[in-house]
């Protein structure tokens, strides 16, 4: 039986959030949605954790954390519920276990935005440390911005050519961890992942979406270790086209410099 996992359980009202754990961006939460829930386990590290929901983040990734503006508090709340949870349960649930909660409501008025609320917790059950722990801290500059860039240029060219060894290889180290944290066997997630894009792939719609240069968007997470690859309307820089359902898939990118080259690490 599968160990259970970290889940973070949030809720919010009247604002969008983005939620960090350890300065890694793990999922966004538009006000229209109410709340979203996600594992962590990938992210947690040996001791203490840093759970951070951001209020109302700047207008693109890159500028989520500084870019600041006035706007009123009335009826901004957010609420934050991690447990530990078996396969098939959420928190709160028979059967889980309730690890901690924080949050915020704000008072009224005019309030400055983005806003950190945050905990510190130690989590039993990291499996670090992680490779993004042992990556050198990087510098956000033209040279890292160009070296990046060719490594989106590399994992767009291998799903157009519809290369899944080549897809594999561009982020190997990450799902291998990931793998370890949420405890499937990394062959299973390899052929998952191969059947899955087997089947993208054999759609006549099949295509991805060109990579514009102007909607790239870069930021440092992780303690300075790890550079986000997004877009600058928060999705995947790396897409499909909508398929012949309309779907689209998206793949995150999360570079970190490992034993001297840039390599996907979450």
Request: hydrophobic content about 40%.
């Amino acid at each position: 039986m599968a160990r259970p996992a970290v889940l973070l359980d949030v809720t919010v009202e009247g604002c969008d959030v983005e939620v960090y754990v350890n300065d890694i961006p793990v999922f966004r939460v538009p006000a229209a949605a109410g709340g979203g829930m996600h594992q962590v386990d990938h992210v947690l590290v040996n001791g203490e954790n840093v759970f951070e929901v951001l209020i109302n983040p700047g207008s693109t990734p890159s500028v989520a954390r500084t870019d600041k503006r006035t706007l009123p508090g009335d009826g901004v709340a957010v609420e934050v519920h991690a447990a530990r949870c078996p396969p098939g349960t959420a928190p709160g649930e028979t059967g889980t276990t309730s690890l901690f909660r924080f949050g915020e409501r704000l008072p009224d008025g005019p309030t400055e935005f983005p806003r950190v609320v945050r905990t510190v917790r130690p989590v039993d059950g990291s499996f670090g440390p992680w490779a993004w722990e042992r990556a050198e801290v990087l510098q956000l500059d033209g040279e890292l911005l160009q070296e990046a860039t060719r490594y989106v240029q590399s994992m767009h060219g291998a799903l157009a050519r519809k290369s899944f060894p080549g897809f594999w290889a561009h982020n190997e180290i990450a799902h291998r961890e990931v793998c370890i944290a949420f405890d499937v066997a990394l062959a299973e997630r390899q052929r998952g992942a191969e059947a899955a894009l087997a089947e993208l792939f054999a759609d006549p719609a099949f295509a991805m979406a060109p990579l514009v240069a102007e909607n790239f968007d870069y930021r440092l997470v992780g303690g300075g270790r790890l550079l986000e690859c997004i877009a600058k309307d928060w999705s995947a820089i790396v897409r499909t086209e909508p398929d012949s359902e309309g779907h689209v898939m998206r793949f995150p990118i999360m570079l970190g410099r490992y034993e001297g080259s840039l390599r996907g690490l979450r």
